[in-house]
């Protein structure tokens, strides 16, 4: 079944980054149907040596994905990205003409996670980068080919192994931070499909391919650029490298085991104050302040979502917790949800959690708790062990008693989403 992800999305970039530009009305130069595009997350130069006459070449790590320009209208158009089974629609995209260059510009904005892609277009080709807002001077150059349907170029190499189920992993090998995960793969002839399960969260929707020896998955989606490359070893175990955009470069490793499990995500983070009511009061963007002891709060069981604007595991608990609101059959509930953003800047952060709140049509308060490092966020809510994940979410009964903790969340891309949405129906119905 296709996951559909609608990003409604109101303009928050201005056009001028990309330069002098003049808008056009007209958006037909931008090729309808399948594209390529790749992130470079590495590129070095491969120097030959003196007596050398061969170029030099460049030892790439490239990250790949795919996308869909549709046009509804003669005269506009929007963009859904591929990533597995998941499917995101981004509508806030901008076309014009920079003079200065004399060459068709285009900017694809994702507000919600404040990043955006812009490019140079000519032809049936676009070049330029990611640009992540919040992280100072971070850009990843991009670049995309027209009629380009494949994720990965297969030579027609057979793999040696099926990786079908599920893998005991272990990222940042070798090191005092090394944490566990559960791989969990779909081959399907050389195509390989799934995520990593994390005690905190998932890898998103995963798609690659199985070429001999060697495996790459990637994910890109507007907020993240996840990519793994590995080779099978010859104990059939796994042993690759997680890159996170440029950021984050780690060692991972796995082994088959379909009975391997990790921590219960209700089992981390604990109450500190067991059979005391919790208290709180953050602002909402508004500037109101808003406390759980709000005569409005009373008498009624609660969830308080802990999250940030900028995480998509976030956004697909929202997605959740909106669909369970939306079904006229499930328990009167409140919930309030706290953001941690990005930002040192409190008037950014409000614009981001704003956005955030417009964008998804959250009908219930969202409140600014403050800055997202968690030994800074675990110390706004005092009550609990601490902030380990984003997002984690209290069960409170009617007294503000909390009676459940739930840390990270594992999404519709992971095998456990279906026993969650269970388990958290059954939570729900118990505070009552």
């Known amino acids: 079944m296709i996951r559909i992800i609608y990003y409604v999305l109101v303009s928050s970039v201005l056009f001028s980054v990309i330069g002098c530009v003049e808008a056009e009305s007209e958006f037909s130069k931008l090729a309808p149907g399948v594209w390529r595009g790749t992130l470079t997350l590495e590129d070095t130069p491969v120097f030959r040596e003196e007596d050398d006459e061969s170029p030099i070449i460049k030892d790439q790590v490239l990250l790949p994905f795919n996308f869909e320009v549709i046009y509804p209208t003669q005269d506009s158009f929007y963009i859904v990205l591929h990533n597995g089974e998941e499917r995101i629609t981004v509508t806030d995209i901008q076309y014009g003409t920079d003079r200065a260059m004399a060459k068709d510009t285009v900017l694809i904005n994702f507000p919600v996670f404040d990043t955006y892609l812009k490019a140079i277009f000519v032809e049936n080709v676009m070049e330029g980068e990611w640009v992540v807002n919040y992280r100072e001077k971070y850009s990843i150059p991009f670049v995309a080919y027209h009629g380009q349907g494949h994720r990965y170029e297969y030579d027609g190499t057979a793999p040696s192994e099926n990786l079908t189920g599920n893998w005991k992993s272990t990222f940042e090998i070798n090191t005092p931070d090394a944490y566990p995960a559960i791989g969990e793969f779909e081959q399907k002839n050389e195509k390989l499909y799934g995520t990593f399960r994390t005690e905190t969260g998932d890898y998103?929707?995963?798609?690659?391919?199985?070429?001999?020896?060697?495996?790459?998955?990637?994910?890109?989606?507007?907020?993240?650029?996840?990519?793994?490359?590995?080779?099978?070893?010859e104990d059939k175990s796994l042993l690759g490298t997680f890159y996170s955009g440029t950021h984050y470069k780690v060692l991972f490793e796995s082994e088959k085991d379909e009975n391997y499990t990790i921590e219960s995500p209700f089992s981390i983070t604990k109450d500190l104050s067991p059979g005391e009511p919790l208290s709180f009061s953050f602002p909402n963007t508004a500037g109101e302040k808003v406390s759980l002891n709000d005569e409005a709060y009373a008498g009624k069981p609660k969830i308080i979502q802990i999250m940030g604007t900028w995480c998509p595991n976030c956004k697909d608990e929202t997605v959740f917790l909106m669909d369970y609101l939306a079904d006229s059959t499930k328990p009167d509930i409140d919930i309030i949800t706290i953001c941690f953003e990005r930002y040192r800047e409190e008037d950014k952060s409000l614009a981001a959690i704003e956005r955030f709140k417009t964008n998804f049509a959250i009908p219930y308060e969202v409140l600014y708790g403050g800055f997202h490092d968690k030994a800074e966020a675990s110390k706004q809510i005092p009550q609990i062990s601490k902030i380990v994940s984003y997002p984690t979410l209290l069960f409170l009964d009617k007294e503000n008693k909390i009676r459940r903790i739930h840390t990270g969340f594992n999404g519709p891309a992971t095998s456990g989403f279906d026993a969650f949405k269970t388990e958290f129906d059954e939570i729900v119905r118990s505070l009552l």
């Open 204 to 233: 998103r929707f995963l798609e690659g391919i199985v070429r001999e020896n060697k495996f790459s998955m990637s994910c890109f989606d507007g907020a993240h650029a996840f990519l793994f490359d590995g080779k099978i070893m």
